[in-house]
């Protein structure tokens, strides 16, 4: 599940980082408010990398796919994306647990 989780925080943020530069150009926010929140969303992705396997990791995807979708506040498009990302984390969740069950059944049937 780590694995796929973590590509699609990478993914996101890459396209928090696109989002502020569109959204330097086509709103009225502050430059320095938008750095400030994008960045923070961009590091609490990079972040989530390593604690998505703990307890309350997963949550916090879920947190942070929430607010990539109250982005389109400001980037009407990022409530397409943020939809998508929230599809993506949903399925990188699903299928990463089964993978996890998959590979973990295999290890015990070669013990």
Wanted: hydrophobic content about 65%; proline content about 2%; some cysteine.
């Amino acid at each position: 599940m780590r694995m796929l989780c973590s590509s699609t925080l990478l993914g996101e943020a890459l396209v928090i980082l696109f989002a502020a530069l569109v959204a330097m150009q086509l709103s009225d926010v502050p430059h320095g408010a938008l750095w400030a929140v994008s960045g923070a969303a961009m590091v609490l992705c990079l972040l989530l990398c390593g604690v998505v396997g703990r307890r309350g990791g997963v949550a916090l995807g879920w947190a942070l796919q929430l607010g990539l979708i109250a982005a389109g506040a400001v980037v009407p498009m990022m409530y397409v994306l943020g939809a998508v990302f929230a599809a993506l984390w949903w399925c990188s969740v699903r299928y990463g647990r089964r993978i996890d069950a998959i590979k973990a059944a295999r290890a015990a049937a070669q013990v």
